[in-house]
């Protein structure tokens, strides 16, 4: 009784804007404590581990499968619950076994006795409409050591299902033809590649990632069991082509790399920023944006790799976080927009970062919320159960996150200098957000005036075009201009009028969903529309 009191007495009193240790150990590479398989106690604890995979439950528990260990060393292939209520881990399948080969069974049946090969290094994970977690590729300890295969774990049942793709490591996948489901379908094995949602139809996508590096985007039908080649090209090693912030267009593609931080939007659309091309070498600080119904990707911004904090809480176009990889502990609030913590930056492996940043989806606009802005940063973990402005976890990559029905953000594990000097965690944090901190912009400054109703725009929302209308009393110069959210002027025009009706049609197909602005600069006025964009 007493242990669950503390643990609900830290919930309610733990402090805006403040990191608290909830679980495991203050120092690197320990070995854990499973107790005893499918029993809950608070003693349990994961080992330290380094780029396990993770889901949130219906139910809002938290779960993790896999990761690599130094002590001992190599990989995992234990699934491991959390419950937030009581503060307890549960080992609930695995062997305990680094480098377990698994049991896959029959492909499609399900049972007791199977369990995914111990992997780590980025697999591929989501959640369905009914709850059951699903996980895809990864690395193992066998030579190749790149997976391409669909499990789906049933919670209910406690049972993995071997689903789709090879039960041997290192093939080069079919791709057939790009659009086309096809149950002869399957992903070239894969790690690294973290970068998967879940759509409104609950079908399954995942960009990129390591084994073969490529720029492609595959989307998996739970019905029919089919693979869909999306996306992309079979080009290794491919570039990339930006277009135009802001703008959706058909030839867009991110080039290929292996990305970590990724979130749906309310529209269903798909996200992602940074990641790296190469191991480790080339980060990435850009944002992309994938667009399900038009099949398209819209380069939102960045592209470089310094970055630019701002000041701590407050929005500004000009910040952006340093590129960076092995981001993936990343959220989506309840208000829609985007957060992540720490990652990589590519400098021997050794560089880390501790810093929390949100992204306003509205505004396109970055805040750095907590952290430092240096490189390895050390920690503070204070005491266990204990909310402090002090707190802080010490730099680093390849942790998980989940989000709470709270509001409240978790990291677990990854590592620090985790190649020239390894050090994994198997620390459990929770972060409260400040709503005081942070706030996104709400205006681009930019306001409708069309108050007497001399200018008529049609149709709104609009999906394809804008038609403008409206009456001039003399020949004149007029100036059409659209800007976004963030008042950026995204189209200009320049007309000399005659007298009479004016009417003009402006073609937005290759603008992304959203608001927009239309003004019409006259010689002695301007008038301004809001406009909707909704393909």
Not at 35 to 46: E, F, I, L, M, R
Not at 343 to 356: P, T
Not at 411 to 438: E, M, R, V
Request: negative net charge.
């Amino acid at each position: 009784t007493s242990f669950i009191f503390c643990f609900l007495f830290v919930e309610c009193f733990s402090q805006a804007g403040e990191w608290v240790w909830l679980k495991g150990d203050s120092v690197p590479n320990q070995p854990g404590n499973y107790g005893v398989q499918g029993v809950p106690s608070p003693t349990n604890n994961p080992p330290s581990l380094y780029e396990p995979c993770e889901w949130t439950d219906l139910n809002g528990n938290f779960w993790m499968f896999g990761g690599s260990g130094i002590t001992p060393g190599g990989y995992y292939g234990d699934l491991w619950k959390y419950n937030l209520l009581t503060n307890e881990w549960n080992w609930m399948k695995g062997t305990g076994i680094t480098n377990d080969p698994g049991n896959y069974g029959t492909q499609g049946i399900p049972s007791m006795t199977n369990n995914p090969s111990a992997r780590s290094y980025g697999a591929a994970t989501w959640i369905d409409s009914l709850g059951n977690l699903w996980m895809f590729g990864g690395l193992t300890a066998l030579n190749p050591s790149h997976c391409s295969d669909l499990w789906k774990y049933d919670i209910s049942t406690n049972e993995w299902t071997w689903m789709k793709g090879p039960s041997v490591t290192g093939q080069s996948g079919i791709y057939g033809t790009q659009g086309m489901p096809d149950s002869a379908n399957n992903p070239a094995a894969k790690w690294e590649c973290v970068a998967s949602w879940t759509d409104h139809n609950s079908d399954l996508w995942f960009f990129g990632g390591f084994g073969s590096l490529l720029d492609d985007l595959w989307k998996f039908n739970i019905a029919s069991n089919q693979w869909t080649w999306m996306k992309g090209s079979l080009i290794l090693s491919n570039p990339g082509i930006n277009g135009t912030a802001g703008i959706e267009d058909s030839l867009n593609t991110p080039g290929s790399r292996c990305a970590y931080s990724r979130w749906k939007d309310t529209n269903g659309n798909l996200w992602f920023f940074g990641g790296m091309f190469g191991s480790g070498v080339y980060p990435f600080n850009d944002m992309w944006r994938y667009n399900p119904l038009t099949n398209n990707w819209t380069w939102m911004g960045g592209n470089g790799v310094t970055g630019i904090y701002g000041t701590k809480c407050i929005a500004s176009p000009n910040n952006i976080p340093a590129a960076r990889y092995e981001n993936r502990p990343c959220w989506t609030d309840q208000d829609g927009n985007f957060w992540f913590f720490g990652g990589g930056n590519g400098s021997g492996f050794g560089a880390v970062y501790n810093d929390i940043w949100k992204y306003c989806v509205a505004s396109n606009q970055w805040i750095w919320i907590h952290g430092s802005s240096s490189i390895n940063p050390a920690g503070n973990w204070g005491t266990l159960g204990v909310s402090s402005a002090t707190n802080k976890p010490n730099g680093r990559g390849g942790g998980v996150g989940w989000r709470d029905n709270n509001n409240n953000l978790y990291i677990f594990g990854g590592a620090t200098h985790h190649y020239n000097s390894p050090y994994y965690y198997n620390d459990l944090w929770k972060y409260t957000i400040d709503t005081t901190c942070g706030v996104c912009p709400t205006s681009t400054g930019i306001q409708e005036n069309n108050f007497t109703n001399e200018l008529l725009v049609f149709p709104n929302p609009t999906n394809s075009s804008l038609t403008i209308s409206f009456q001039s009393s003399s020949k004149q110069n007029i100036e059409l201009r659209i800007y976004n959210t963030l008042g950026k002027q995204i189209y200009l025009e320049k007309a000399a009028i005659a007298s009479g009706k004016f009417e003009k049609e402006i073609n937005v197909k290759k603008l992304s969903d959203g608001i927009y602005f239309l003004q019409v600069k006259m010689a002695e006025t301007i008038i301004s529309k809001k406009v909707v964009i909704q393909h």
